[in-house]
């Protein structure tokens, strides 16, 4: 069954992010599944996806899919986008 969610007036958000090898996926993982599921104007269904998008030698990609609706779209990326870098930040500048 496909759903056309679009015509519902929501849209999907992509976003993809690098990480160094040093930072683990299951945190990154972790840390972006909390700040999606408090971000007040994400969706709750379809629910959002996290993954892999990228594996290269100098570190991998993950791709964030989540649903918002259509009104504010690139005010609301942006955003999300402020919140996800915020979240990640520690894992980016660890402290010595």
């Given at each position: 069954?496909?759903?056309?969610?679009?015509?519902?007036?929501?849209?999907?958000?992509?976003?993809?992010?690098?990480?160094?090898?040093?930072?683990?996926?299951?945190?990154?993982?972790?840390?972006?599944?909390?700040?999606?599921?408090?971000?007040?104007?994400?969706?709750?269904?379809?629910?959002?996806?996290?993954?892999?998008?990228?594996?290269?030698?100098?570190?991998?990609t993950i791709?964030?899919?989540?649903?918002?609706?259509?009104?504010?779209?690139?005010?609301?990326?942006?955003?999300?986008?402020?919140?996800?870098?915020n979240c990640?930040?520690?894992?980016?500048?660890?402290?010595?």
């Amino acid at each position: 069954m496909i759903f056309n969610y679009s015509r519902e007036s929501t849209l999907r958000v992509d976003i993809s992010i690098k990480f160094s090898y040093a930072i683990s996926f299951t945190e990154v993982k972790k840390i972006a599944m909390e700040t999606i599921g408090s971000f007040e104007k994400g969706l709750k269904m379809p629910p959002p996806r996290i993954g892999i998008d990228k594996i290269e030698a100098d570190g991998y990609t993950i791709i964030i899919n989540t649903w918002i609706n259509s009104h504010g779209l690139q005010d609301t990326r942006l955003e999300l986008n402020e919140k996800l870098m915020n979240c990640f930040e520690p894992l980016f500048n660890p402290k010595k």
